[in-house]
């Protein structure tokens, strides 16, 4: 499964700019150091949290892409941040819940 | 100069999980009973009773009241906003009042959340749930208090909750904080590593019983117990500065660093 992939069936917006590459797995977390001890490169972050550091922490982490939930809405400084660091962020009004349950469908995995 | 000690970060009966024994008037006597020289009112959410601290203050000589109140940001950071006077920390907690979830405190979970006076009346309850979050981003609040003259303070930031490590993960751009607040058992040399050098660590109790005031505190070489004085002091400007307490007391092998990173 590929990022674009995910974009497609879950209808997410993309926000900054997309970087299609494979997707090892999912994680989602709001507390950005828990995303830093146990998420895992390639991974999608399933998150509430629209600080500045989730940017930081995706290309630290080396996330595939990051789904901003809830229809929350990162500042803009946010997302040139993003596109600065070729990390990928989409929206999606649905729950994190939701978003997790419909990637599990997809046979996407926590690794 | 002359060494002062502040404590600033206290909690009154207002603050739920504050003991209903901790009125201003009891705070501001503990802080003289423990010599300090500043201590800090600092509930959560809300500054409905620093009418009642600088009151208690204004009765007894020996300490400087400051008013202000542990804010939670959007991210869920707990953070400690102080200022000079009491007519900017009460505009202050209003705007702060705009801004905080529309929860109600449910007082069988959480516990009263009572506003009192000088004598230790009850004025009333705050009704909405003060250990909710407000909609406010760090950088945001930030801005807010600097624009009011006030102090940022990052609270208890080696904690595993509502810290800005545990919410962020590592340390944000763009804040410009007055200084970092650590919890009794973190060392200032684990996490000098993770915080720029130009951000001080100060030491607060967070007391929320009047028998912990003063537990940690911070000792300050200034001119004077006062607001400026303390900027100045954080800031190392002009001579003020804080005064580790590797100066105070002589060094044991205990209270050196065990984790050099």
Known sequence: MTVNEIVSALGLAV???????????????DLLSDVVGNAQPGNVLITVQ?????????????????IITHGRVPDSDVLTAARDNNVTVLTTAESSFTVAGRLYALGVRSA | MTVYRADLQVHSCLSPCGSLESSPRRIIAAAVARKLAMIALTDHNTTANCPAFA????????????????VTTAEEIHVVCLFAELATAMTFGAFI?????????????F???????????????????????????????????????????????????????SQLG??????????????????????????????????????HFLEDIGRQATAFAMAAPTFDELAMALRGAQGRRIVPPADLVVATPESSCKHPI
Do not use: K
């Open chain 1, 15 to 29: 926000v900054s700019e997309l970087q299609d590459s494979a997707v090892t797995g999912a994680y989602a977390a």
């Open chain 1, 50 to 66: 629209v600080h500045r550091n989730v940017v930081a922490v995706a290309g630290l982490v080396g996330l595939a892409a990051v």
């Open chain 2, 55 to 70: 009151a208690a203050a204004a009765r007894i000589s020996g300490v400087t009241p400051v008013f202000g109140a542990e």
């Open chain 2, 97 to 109: 009042h705009q801004h905080l979830a529309p929860v109600q405190n449910n007082p069988e979970l």
């Open chain 2, 111 to 165: 516990g009263d959340q009572p506003i009192v006076d000088v004598d230790e009346q009850v004025l009333g309850f705050e009704e909405r749930l003060l250990v909710g979050t407000t909609d406010l981003a760090l950088d945001v609040l930030d801005d807010e208090v600097h624009a009011r003259g006030g102090l940022v303070i990052a609270s208890h930031i080696d904690r595993p909750i509502n810290s800005l490590f």
């Open chain 2, 170 to 207: 590592m340390w944000p751009a763009q804040v410009t904080l007055d200084a970092c607040d650590l919890s009794p058992r973190a060392q200032d040399c684990v996490w000098r590593g993770r915080v720029p050098p130009s951000i001080p660590f100060v030491r607060t109790s967070d007391a």
